[in-house]
């Protein structure tokens, strides 16, 4: 079974997705990039993130990833604050550690293109 | 061969194909992101035909009622017609049929009811029928199935120039165009006993009066709780209907926020709607929330009841701008 099924699929991503971003908004290091957006458009994203993190289906190409958080000039405080919160609602979710490692892992494999490096 | 109809054309998919695929084959520039069916970029409106499972995952009832999907993930099984989401709204030559004022600087019109639509939706409305005019986007307060006409409350701005055209030139038996129904906030009968919260300022307030009105007819049962705030205690307006529909249905409660009421306002809570709100409500998990009034307003509420516990997909938003 992949890691996507094991965890529940696109259900757990539902599941994941509201609790995710309410601690995205909490969290004082990376709430003031969702400042200005629209909730239900940032919540749609939320969700394909999570989907691919999940090793779910994505078909975003590491120059999109580069192209869409360009202009944030994102550090990597902010980057390991998405995935302290990612790590954090799978705890909550009752995801197996093992899975979270996997998952951290999938994140940590497009670190450079978000951060532009 | 799988037919789509787009406005006038039929672009034929080929097998496997998804709708996505095959208008952007078409060379049809249609939005998208993920390709996953979970960004929501490449939605599209379903006007006839059926929509296979999966084309609308994730959506909110309201935009599953509407016929949205999402164009990525679908694969249809027999024809379908489509166009651009809000793109199917028809335009229309409405009579006037009523106005009046109904509070400070409110103008209620009534116009025949020429089109079809949810209560809590909206029209874009032209100061006439013919082709230079003024256009401008008022909710509807109306409920089709209690009420023979289409209700807009008209706030009166000093140089506002539409609104001041209403107030002073518009007449009974005028004739507009209209074009509607537009707007995805509704009711929807899900669970019937879910606690439903509806805050508004100003007229806000038209949009949420027809969606609660529209949510008791269909039995709703739950707790409904109305929320009004307003600068000063002559910012409401609709009391005596509001009162009455309390006595009437023993789930509504209504309040009413403003920072200074006058003395004898009995009714009315001295504070602003945010706190009063997070006083009042400060669990709001499983609860269906609907926000009216102008944006800054509708924004601020939506990020505090979902950080309350209300899920995204149960919020309902309509926010007014201003057009000058």
Redesign the interface.
């Known amino acids: 079974m992949s890691l996507y099924e094991r965890i529940g699929g696109a259900a757990a991503v539902d599941a994941a997705v509201d609790v995710f971003y309410r601690k995205v908004l909490s969290d004082d290091r990376i709430s003031h990039f969702f400042d200005d957006i629209d909730m239900d458009a940032q919540a749609a994203k939320q969700k394909a993130f999570l989907t691919m993190v999940f090793g779910g289906p994505n078909h975003y190409s590491g120059r999109d990833l580069r192209e869409g958080h360009k202009h944030m000039a994102l550090t990597e405080e902010h980057f390991n604050a998405v995935i302290e919160n990612l790590a954090s609602t799978l705890q909550e979710l009752g995801v197996a550690q093992s899975d979270i490692e996997e998952i951290a892992g999938i994140a940590g494999s497009v670190k450079d293109d978000v951060l532009n490096r | 061969m799988i037919d789509i109809k787009l406005d006038d054309n039929i672009l034929p998919l080929q097998d496997g194909e998804s709708v996505l695929e095959g208008l952007l084959r078409h060379g049809i520039e249609v939005s998208h ?9 490449c939605l599209l409106q379903a006007l006839a035909g059926e929509l296979p499972r999966g084309a609308q ?2 959506l909110k009832s309201t935009q599953k009622s509407l016929g949205l999907f999402l164009s990525c993930q679908c694969k249809p099984t027999g024809p379908l017609e489509i166009c651009f989401s809000d793109q199917g709204a028809k335009k229309v030559s409405a009579r006037v049929i009523d106005k009046a004022l109904i509070g400070n600087n409110i103008l209620r019109v009534r116009l025949e009811k020429v089109l079809d639509f949810r209560a809590g939706q909206y029209l874009n409305i032209w100061n006439g029928e013919a082709g230079n005019t003024l256009i401008r986007s008022y909710s509807i307060a109306s409920v089709p199935q209690l009420e023979d006409f289409i209700e807009l409350h008209i706030k009166i701005i000093a140089n506002g120039r539409f609104s001041r055209w209403a107030a002073d030139a518009m007449e009974s038996g005028d004739q507009l165009m209209i074009q509607g129904p537009l707007g995805d906030c509704f009711y929807t009968p899900g669970d019937p006993q879910q606690p439903l919260l509806f805050m508004g300022i100003g007229t806000g307030l038209a949009p949420l009066y027809g969606i609660l009105r529209d949510a008791l007819q269909q039995g709703h049962e739950g707790d409904i709780s109305l929320v009004l705030g307003a600068r000063a205690e002559e910012g409401f307006y609709l009391r005596e209907a509001l009162a009455r529909l309390q006595r009437d249905y023993s789930q509504l409660k209504v309040h009413f926020v403003c920072q200074s009421p006058s003395a004898f306002a009995g009714d009315v809570d001295s504070t602003d709607i945010y706190s009063f709100v997070k006083q009042q409500f400060p669990n709001t998990k499983g609860m269906k929330v609907y926000l009216c009034g102008a944006d800054s307003f509708v ?1 601020k509420m ?2 505090q009841v ?2 309350s516990g209300a ?2 997909n149960d919020i309902h938003a309509d926010a007014f701008f201003p057009c000058g």
Do not use: L, N, S
């Not at chain 2, 992101?33 to 970029?41: E, L, N, P, S």
């Open positions: 992101g993920c390709r996953a069916g979970a960004c929501q970029a995952a994730g924004r939506k990020k979902f950080m899920a995204m």
